[in-house]
Structures are given as structure tokens and as C-alpha cells.
């Protein structure tokens, strides 16, 4: 099974940026983010796929971009203008397949991003 080393989060006031990282342990043809808010269900932030199609949800759309370094195994989240509804769990995730009905790979420990209003 992959191993993701995800990296970045933390808290940032509203209007601020984060980045976020993740490193797979092997190639993956999808790669790309899902957040998860207390009380919320999963969502697929954005994706990448090895043909370079790339999904955004429609709450990030224009604030954040989400690009991917196949030499290193790599998918960068670059968040801008956050809002205090951005705060969640953002797991990163790798494999087969990455789309909001459906998902085979894996996903990372997560890692936490706050924004304060």
C-alpha cells in the first residue's frame, strides 16, 4: 500500500494562505485533497489526474490551485483567501481513481487547517 507523507496546515487568519503537501511513497496515476469539517461529510477538494485533468470544487474555485510534481511524487494544495469555512481535516490522497462518487487509493493521516474570522 502507498505510504502519504502529507506536509503545511496549521492556522491563519481569514484572508491568509496555506500550502499544503504530500509526497507518495509511488507513483500514482491520481492525486489530489479531501477535507473533512466536524459534523461534515468528506469532500473532495480538488484532483489531478496523471492526464492533467483537474477537478475543483465549486467552494474553492479561483482561491485555490492544486498542482502536482511527477518526478517526486507529489501534490501541492496552494490556498488562498481562505475563509473561516475552509477549516477541516485535509487528507491527502493517491491512487487509481479520485472523483466526489468515486475513490480507490489512499488517503493520508490528514492534517489540520484553521481559519480564523
Known amino acids: 500500500q502507498v505510504q502519504l507523507v502529507e506536509s503545511g496546515g496549521g492556522f491563519v487568519q481569514a484572508g491568509g494562505s496555506l500550502r499544503l503537501s504530500c509526497t507518495a511513497s509511488?507513483?500514482?496515476?491520481?492525486m489530489g485533497w479531501y477535507r473533512q469539517a466536524p459534523g461534515n461529510r468528506r469532500e473532495l477538494v480538488a484532483s489531478i489526474a496523471g492526464g492533467g485533468r483537474i477537478f475543483y470544487a465549486d467552494s474553492v474555485k479561483g482561491r485555490f490551485t492544486i498542482s502536482r510534481d511527477n518526478a517526486q511524487n507529489a501534490v501541492i494544495l496552494r490556498m488562498n483567501n481562505l475563509k473561516p469555512e475552509d477549516t477541516a481535516v485535509y487528507y491527502c490522497?493517491?491512487?487509481?481513481?479520485?472523483?466526489?462518487?468515486?475513490?480507490?487509493?489512499?488517503r493520508g493521516q490528514g492534517t489540520q487547517v484553521t481559519v480564523s474570522s
Open positions: 509511488a507513483s500514482q496515476n491520481a
Open positions: 490522497a493517491a491512487g487509481l481513481t479520485i472523483s466526489r462518487s468515486t475513490f480507490i487509493g489512499s
